[in-house]
């Protein structure tokens, strides 16, 4: 018997209708984690850290925010157009090191960051520089979160910051973390962390973790704990690569604190580590993929952001030339900058001295070796408060001054903290091998009115 034509029809609408709500049912089953597995997203995560303070370009042209956010736009226009996401973070570290910036209390700083887009930051240990009440005013003005896990009330053991947040970006979920070196117990204005606990990072994430993995698909660290090659901390407290290998679970960290450039990126443990040097010299760019809950890395640089080089002219005088192709800045951050910079020049360029030879203060020198600059503050405190000897933190002394006129603007690059002296009767001096392992880390001080020789069996005396 032949069907009629009519029956056709409602057997094959009752077949469309039931393939229709099978659909739909897988649908609705996999709208969490299964459909995230069976599709592609890519990731482009942006980073900085260690920015303390350089909103404006420098001397020679060189970083600056203005020239950054051309930059982070033209890599969000080029990501959002080919169906991708950006996440801007920065590993901490806002406040501290250029005058114009310190006596505003970073406020343009943290302004520029808002307009740049940024999502989330970790919070560093010079960020403990100013009082709590400037540091809550910072975070007030901030568009993005403060993140940091172990940050604590002393008298409640409740957090101060927000742990983590996590964003959806078209149905990928994407945790971010934020921990800070437990080291601002110790190395932080004393005045201004009362009342705080800085618990060990590794116990807060090992806590941590576990729980974001279930909300996110995709676990990132914004850290300011530091990257020691291989671990290799000393007195330090362990950073990035000790906290990759003891927790697991993390798929990226992005750092800061220690301040050197990763431009190729550290693998852990299957968790990737960046970090993009200083004071917005680069920007980090990673570019992932994330395909069957696995998240692969595609292409990782540092940008550079206007640098230069000293090169010899035709009549053998040594100028600064461009690397590269120049960033043009950007006009609405001009505008929005142009203001507190010319504010903090007023204040800061008046001459207080001259120099006829240049003060060496960079990082790589005063840390690592006798200085002339060192040496100077040495002596100075000494004559402040009648001392015998002198012993000053060379981590305190952030710049060199240039050979010429010296203003206050100098003086306030090369010791910004504030910090008092501190005068003391010394008994005696032990001396340990020890001490010349801190030196060969970094920490070694600058001195006056003491010596200090090495014997041939390496022991050290005084």
């Known amino acids: 018997m032949t069907p009629h034509p009519f029956a056709k029809r409602i057997s094959v609408s009752l077949a469309l209708l039931l393939s229709m709500a099978l659909t739909a049912c897988s649908f609705l089953n996999g709208g969490n984690e299964q459909n995230h597995h069976s599709n592609v997203w890519h990731l482009t995560v942006l980073h900085t850290n260690d920015h303390h303070g350089h909103f404006w370009r420098n001397g020679n042209g060189e970083w600056g925010m203005a020239a950054r956010k051309t930059l982070i736009d033209r890599i969000r226009a080029e990501v959002t157009e080919s169906g991708g996401h950006v996440l801007l973070l920065s590993g901490g570290d ?25 999502d989330a930051m970790a919070v560093g240990n010079h960020e403990f520089d ?22 604590r009330d002393e008298a409640t053991g409740e957090r101060l910051f927000k742990p983590y947040t ?28 009362q009342g705080i606990v800085f618990t060990r990072p590794e116990v807060e994430a090992k806590a941590l973790i576990p729980v974001l993995r279930k909300q996110a698909d995709v ?10 090659k291989n671990g290799q901390h000393g007195s330090n407290a362990p950073g990035d690569v000790t906290l990759a290998r003891n927790v697991r679970g993390i798929d990226l960290i992005v750092g800061g604190h220690t301040q050197n450039p990763l431009f190729e990126p550290d693998r852990e443990n299957g968790t990737w580590i960046l970090q993009a040097q200083d004071w917005g010299r680069y920007v980090g760019r990673a570019d992932f993929e994330y395909r069957d809950g696995q998240l692969k890395l595609l292409n990782y640089q540092l940008i550079p952001v206007n640098h230069t080089q000293s090169v010899m002219n035709a009549d053998g005088d040594k100028v600064r030339k461009p690397v590269g192709d120049i960033i043009p800045e950007n006009p609405a951050m001009l505008a929005l900058l142009a203001p507190y910079q010319k504010k903090g020049e007023a204040e800061v360029l008046q001459p207080v001295g001259y120099t006829n030879g240049r003060l060496m203060g960079e990082r790589s020198e005063v840390r690592f070796g006798y200085t002339n600059l060192g040496r100077l503050i040495a002596l100075a405190q ?6 015998d000897m002198a012993v000053v933190s060379a981590g305190g002394i952030r710049a060199s001054i240039q050979k010429g006129e010296i203003t206050y603007r100098d003086i306030l690059s090369v010791q910004p903290f504030g910090n008092g002296i501190a005068p003391a009767l010394l008994m005696f001096v032990c001396s340990s091998d020890r001490d010349v392992a801190v030196a060969m880390q970094g920490r070694r001080p600058c001195q006056s009115g003491r010596k200090m020789g090495i014997n041939k069996a390496g022991r050290h005396r005084y």
Do not use: C, W
């Open 166 to 193: 996590i964003f959806t970006l078209e149905g990928l979920r994407i945790a971010v973390l934020g921990l800070t070196t437990d080291d601002t117990q110790k190395i932080g204005n004393q005045e201004n962390i």
């Open 130 to 151: 100013n009082p709590m009440s400037v540091l809550r005013m910072q975070e007030h003005i901030a568009t993005f979160p403060f993140l940091a896990a172990n940050i």
């Open 219 to 228: 676990v990132i660290a914004t850290t300011h704990m530091g990257h020691y």
């Open 382 to 387: 000494m004559e402040m408060v009648d001392a």
């Open 94 to 118: 806002i406040n501290t090191g250029v005058p114009e910036s310190d006596l505003q209390d970073a406020v343009p700083d943290f302004k520029g960051m808002n307009l740049l887009g940024y």
